[in-house]
Each structure stands twice: as structure tokens, then as C-alpha cells.
């Protein structure tokens, strides 16, 4: 069955978890469709043009939430 999703254990930190779920509620989507959607971005951005969306994928990301 091509078409079967696979499931990925994920873990986020608090900060990043909220601040998605905030952001697939914007979308009207559910958090783990949020993640899907980013992820198949990237993946089109990467064999668009061959790079990484950021050329500081690897670094810690700082989330401000808030004031």
C-alpha cells in the first residue's frame, strides 16, 4: 500500500508545540497537518532550487511568544 501514511514519533519542545498549534489554528488545520504541510513545502523548496530553505536549518530556534 503506497498510499499508507507512516507515523513518526515527534517530540517539541512547549514553546515550538504552541506556537505551531497556534499557527495551524490560523490555518484551519490540525497541528499534525501543520507539520505535514511545512515539511512537503520544504521538500518542494528543496528540489525547486537544490538548498535548504534556511541556511541556519540547524540552529536552535528562538520562539517568542507573547509580550
Known sequence: M???KKQVPLRLSPKLY???SAWAE???RSV?????YLLTECVK???KDGKYVGQNIDAP???KIGD
Open 61 to 63: 530556534l528562538e520562539i
Open 2 to 4: 503506497a498510499d499508507e
Open 18 to 20: 504552541n506556537a505551531l
Open 45 to 47: 523548496q528543496r528540489k
Open 32 to 36: 499534525n497537518g501543520q507539520i505535514e
Open 26 to 28: 490560523d490555518d484551519f
